[in-house]
């Protein structure tokens, strides 16, 4: 879905330089990005931290989105671009509340939901992104094509490349049990 008219018009305030306008073109994305960051980092602060920052790097890049475009793919794709970042930085720090956090999200445990992350937390980067942006976003085909720059048909195999190689993980769960 393009821009409406109102859209249009608070890009071309913000691309003048009005902060506001920006702020308020976001406002309605800055939830699916969070739920996304969130996802992907597995930590509420980082989460936040990581669209905040794509949100400066959103304001600045401004002048490479095509106004005849969606805004939402354009947004998720500098916030799934800033996780991956943070998620690189990550090798190199030492992380000692990640532990706790990991035993807090263990601990809530509903039908099999932490089994479902454990699996999907050992995928690849960009296997966990598209099954993110698909299953747990709900985003069309169309629109995940659009965050990774790539066509419909690709999006949808690679969901099913990612399916087909969290299914033997959940299994072997299930074994375990």
Not at 51 to 75: I, M, N
Not at 147 to 159: C, D, Q
């Amino acid at each position: 879905m393009s821009l409406d008219r109102g859209q249009f018009e608070l890009v071309q305030r913000a691309r003048r330089g009005d902060s506001e306008a920006f702020a308020e073109l976001l406002r309605p994305e800055y939830r699916g990005a969070v739920r996304l960051a969130h996802a992907l980092l597995r930590n509420v602060d980082e989460a936040e931290d990581a669209v905040q920052e794509a949100a400066f790097k959103a304001w600045r890049k401004l002048d490479t989105f095509h106004e005849g475009s969606p805004l939402r793919p354009w947004f998720l794709a500098i916030v799934a671009n800033q996780c991956r970042s943070m998620r690189r930085a990550r090798w190199w720090s030492v992380r000692p509340n990640e532990a706790a956090s990991e035993e807090e999200a263990e601990s809530i445990d509903v039908a099999g939901s932490i089994d479902l992350r454990r699996a999907v937390a050992r995928l690849d980067y960009d296997q966990r992104l598209i099954l993110v942006l698909r299953y747990y976003m709900d985003l069309p085909f169309e629109e995940i094509a659009q965050v990774l720059g790539i066509s419909p048909k690709a999006a949808r195999s690679r969901v099913e490349r990612a399916v087909n190689h969290l299914r033997p993980m959940l299994r072997v769960q299930e074994a375990l049990s």
